[in-house]
């Protein structure tokens, strides 16, 4: 099984023996999963803190045919883990130098390593259907969401089942779950696990602030749009526009007495940093690879289907099959119900949709079933003949007993169809206390 | 010059610079160079840990190579542990390594282990039961990571843990809603809810809510509400004193926030056990924590049996002036007990005889006061086998992860004996060890043994790679992990006893007394 100067040996009882626990020992080859390793085309999804471990694990246990895709460069906060960089990568693609390291590292002439720098939308369907297995290690809810309807679309409509597997972390936490697209739930099922971002009602940020974090929202959603060009977004990146936000939140915060504005602060609240260690990446990339081996090899069950860890309270896990969700938009029946007040306007009405645990969109365009155009982000025609909608009642414009709603976002390749459940009085409430709840 | 605060962000989001500096100052041992080590290694070295040392008399043969990230070909022929300390430096210039090409651990004296603050065992060593009994006279943690095929567990031996910051996950808030001092009780009477305007009706601070109702049930001479009934009571009369409880944004949060906020205020029972245990200690041989608790012990007796105030609030429907002037009064009570409570150090201190200067230390001591609600201690053995978890393995039924861990142990056992792994042809030599040390007690004969224990020692002798790098990877994560909590005094750690399976990817964890 000698091939190159890594040999086989770490992998090799596992392949050699059938274990107990196979659930098909008669059917299992040890010549069919050497060879599984060899012609196996794995895509690693993301090369960061996650990616780097996905990369090192799967050249260490076999596999030979491997791509990569990662948009983001290399930032000097992801040195305390993604140990296949070096300060002087800084700048550089995150796929790219991965790549490099890894094979020079390996040094086996028949390890196939391509990077790809650029963004997992780029490349089609037909791209994605060559692979066998997908490990996914983003950060990002929106491209995962994306992938995963992907490889959804790919089962529905080739047959072809390619297993994603999924991992994410935050600290000393984190999960790695097995998707068969068509058969177990996919990550769109379970959109409402996903913590999401903490928010501040505009009110208390614009009059009533207490805690730090609306002395730097204050600086950055109210005071950066007045003093910047429409233009010139704010950049996290930029230390000169990170200590303009940063300036801004404390004397705001000096001026009405609250303490604990920091820059660590400041730059947490605006990035939405999450905490993140070389150990729980470790964990969850070697927990989602192990599966990727057992999947290729069949020499083993694999997960079934969702593992959740925890290390910060002693070390717990909690491993459950996740079951499908029957209105899931991306494997189910594509339906939701959303309730709206009767006085709202569809402006309100979208605004809410973007907002809402269960469906979290970005830029949602928005049309009847009877083909109405509600609300288009684009092209700006299309947006200027619909903008006028947007400060009409959402009432005055559907018939909820007939129709529905379908929501599309370009950053989705799907579409959602929504049921508007109307309530609550025909006008807005006047009253100040209603305005400050909301 | 790379500037830590940037390198190490995403970390000290963790455990802050208390954290990072002691990890900065932890040495730790490694003994093994192998797969598990290093990937336990790469993953301290990254965020910054002190110093390591290994311990590995090898040679870097090409087996070496194949489930291990940080061996390369131009390693081969050099010492394992030296490669494997070059290798791991080239991640971060801020840590210091150095290597000991040890034959064996029995000829290094009992004074070599003094300098470090950790030890880990990697797989299985020669004199292991000594270094066990070695280490813990010297009260040196001592952290045991094995892997085998599809599993892997991890011990940890340590004397005693106490943690001061533990994060606890718990949401609750310590307010003293009861116990209102002069200063927040004066700051409550000065609302008076009937005469306010719509305004700043809705702006009054829960915590005035409260206050108020709590002083109403003391009146009438009932208790703070403790069970649903009570405090669904309590929801109603919050709601009867809103002018509209489906506006009243403050009146809504008092109502919804009650649950983890209007809690009787007292020494939690995990607390009182800690200064149990603090009452029998010889204090003139005990570590800080137990001079702390001591103190604390003191402190409540002279304020009405309450721990020192946290001082620190929920955020809450309020306007800026009523927040800002409420946080000043938690804050400065906090400064107060925390004051009071550093007198009570001194003068115990004094009483022992200390001259210790971090005694005294203000961030100690205010860390105490803010988490001394959620104080943790675990005693620890250096047993490697409990009847628990020998009875866990004996339930019938196909399959139990208890079998798992015996299993590895087992190993180790036959590699104490036999100098090396066992392989599917020792099977009958392996279950008859595990039958003679380990179920002896527990049955007549070896084929009582059930046959989900010998189909998981089928499993680990046909899969007796300890190098698959998956494994490797995953317990030398939770290793660190567990390096981590210990070395930054931050975090619950595992206590004592995990075993995984990357079979059907689940975990079990034990208490070994
Ligand atoms: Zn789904």
């Known amino acids: 099984m000698v091939e190159g100067t890594r040999d086989n040996g770490s992998i090799a009882p596992l392949l050699e023996h059938v274990g107990p626990y196979n659930e098909f020992p008669e059917e299992y080859q040890l010549q069919s999963a050497i060879e599984a390793l060899k012609s196996v085309k794995v895509l690693v999804v993301g090369a960061g803190g996650l990616g780097c471990e996905i990369l090192k694990n799967l050249a260490l246990t076999g596999f030979k045919n491997i791509q990569v895709i990662d948009m983001d460069t290399i930032d000097m906060s992801n040195l305390n883990r993604q140990f296949l960089f070096r300060p002087d990568d800084v700048g550089k693609s995150k796929a790219e130098v991965a790549t490099r390291f890894i094979l020079e590292r390996i040094g086996d002439p028949t390890l196939n390593i391509v990077p790809y720098y650029g963004k997992i939308q780029d490349k089609d369907m037909e791209y994605y259907k060559q692979f066998n297995i997908v490990v996914c290690g983003l950060d990002s809810v929106m491209a995962r969401r994306w992938l995963n309807a992907t490889l959804v679309a790919i089962a529905q409509k080739l047959g072809q089942v390619i297993p994603l597997i999924d991992g994410g972390t935050e600290g000393f936490r984190g999960q790695s779950r097995v998707i068969l697209p068509g058969f177990t739930s996919c990550y769109e099922c379970t959109l409402d696990m996903v913590p999401q971002k903490v928010t501040y009602p505009v009110c208390t940020i614009a009059n009533t602030p207490r805690v730090p974090e609306h002395c730097i929202e204050w600086a950055s959603v109210l005071q950066w749009p007045k003093h910047f060009s429409a233009h010139e977004k704010f950049d996290g990146d930029n230390p000169d526009h990170v200590d303009w936000l940063y300036a801004t939140a404390l004397s705001r915060a000096k001026e009405f007495g609250i303490p604990g504005v920091t820059r660590s602060l400041t730059l947490g609240v605006v990035k939405n940093i999450i905490p993140a260690i070389a150990s729980t990446n470790a964990i969850i990339a070697a927990s989602c690879t192990n599966e990727a081996f057992k999947i290729a090899t069949d020499a083993n069950p694999f997960l079934n289907n969702y593992m959740m860890y925890s290390g910060d309270d002693s070390i717990f896990t909690y491993t459950y099959a996740h079951t499908k969700n029957v209105n899931c938009p991306v494997c189910g029946d594509n339906f939701k119900e959303v309730k709206c007040q009767r006085w709202w306007t569809l402006e309100k009405f979208i605004d809410v949709l973007i907002n809402l645990q269960s469906i979290q969109l970005q830029n949602p365009s928005l049309s009847t079933t009877n083909g109405v155009q509600l609300y288009f982000r684009a092209p700006p025609e299309l947006e200027q003949l619909t903008r006028e909608n947007l400060s009409i009642k959402l009432i005055d414009q559907i018939n909820p007993a007939t129709e529905q709603i379908i929501v599309t976002d370009p950053n989705l390749p799907i579409s959602l169809n929504v049921k508007v459940v109307f309530e609550g009085p025909d006008k807005e409430p006047q009253d100040i206390n209603y305005l400050l709840r909301q | ?513």
């Open chain 2, 1 to 513: 010059m790379i500037d830590k605060q940037t390198k190490y962000d995403r970390q000290l989001r963790l455990w802050a610079n208390t954290g990072q500096d002691n990890l900065e100052r932890c040495h730790l041992c490694m003994i093994n160079a192998d797969a598990t080590a290093s990937e336990t290694l790469k993953n301290l070295v990254l965020p910054g840990l002190g110093k390591f040392t290994i311990v590995d008399a090898g040679t870097v043969c090409p087996g070496d190579l194949s489930g291990n990230f940080f061996l390369t070909e131009a390693d081969l022929g050099k010492n394992r542990a030296e490669a494997l300390t070059r290798n791991l430096l080239e991640l971060n210039p801020d840590v210091e390594g150095k290597w000991v090409a040890e034959q064996s651990i029995d000829s290094l004296d009992a004074q070599f282990w003094d300098q470090f603050d950790m030890v880990i065992i990697s797989n299985y060593v020669k004199g292991y039961d000594e270094l066990v009994q070695l280490l813990w006279r010297q009260d040196i943690p001592l952290l045991v990571a094995t892997t085998m095929g599809y599993y892997g567990s991890l011990h940890v031996i340590r004397s005693e843990t106490t943690v001061v910051e533990t994060h606890h996950p718990s949401q609750r808030f310590q307010l003293f809603l009861d116990k209102p001092w002069p200063e927040l009780q004066q700051f409550v009477d000065s609302f008076d809810l009937e005469t306010l305007d719509e305004t700043d009706h809705a702006q009054v601070p829960y915590i005035v809510i409260y206050i108020k109702l709590l002083a109403q049930l003391r009146a009438s001479n009932s208790p703070i509400p403790k069970t649903y009934q009570q405090k669904q009571h309590f929801k109603t009369l919050i709601e009867s004193l809103s002018r509209d409880i489906s506006q009243e944004t403050n009146f809504i949060e008092a109502s919804s926030s009650l649950f983890r906020t209007v809690l009787e205020t007292e020494i939690p029972p995990s607390v009182v056990e800690i200064m149990k245990i603090a009452s029998k200690l010889d204090l003139t041989q005990t570590s800080l924590f137990w001079i702390y608790v001591k103190a604390l012990e003191n402190f409540a007796s002279k304020n009405e049996g309450l721990l020192p105030l946290p001082g620190t609030l929920p955020d809450m429907a309020s306007n800026t002036a009523n927040y800002v002037q409420l946080q000043k009064i938690y804050h400065q009570k906090a400064i107060k007990d925390r004051e009071a409570f550093a007198k009570e150090v001194q003068i115990l201190s004094a009483s022992l005889g200390r001259e210790e200067a971090d005694d005294l230390n203000l961030d100690l001591i205010s860390s105490f006061c803010k988490n001394s609600n959620l104080l943790y201690v675990s005693k620890g053995s250096y047993k490697q086998v409990s009847e628990q978890i020998v009875k866990d393995c004996l339930v019938p039924g196909k399959y139990n992860i208890s079998a798992v861990y015996l299993s590895l142990l087992n190993t180790r056992y036959y590699f104490n004996i036999f100098g090396s792994l066992p392989s599917i042809k020792d099977l009958e030599s392996f279950t008859q060890l595990a039958f003679d040390v380990i179920f002896k007690p527990y049955m007549s004969s070896i084929s009582d043994i059930p046959e989900s224990v010998i189909l998981t020692f089928t499993d680990v002798l046909s899969h007796n790679t300890n190098s698959y790098h998956n494994l490797a990877s995953f317990i030398g994560g939770i290793t660190a992990q567990e390096v981590l909590k210990i070395a930054t005094a931050q975090y619950i750690p595992l206590d004592n006893v995990f075993v995984f399976d990357g079979i059907v990817s689940t975990s079990q964890k034990w208490k070994i007394e």
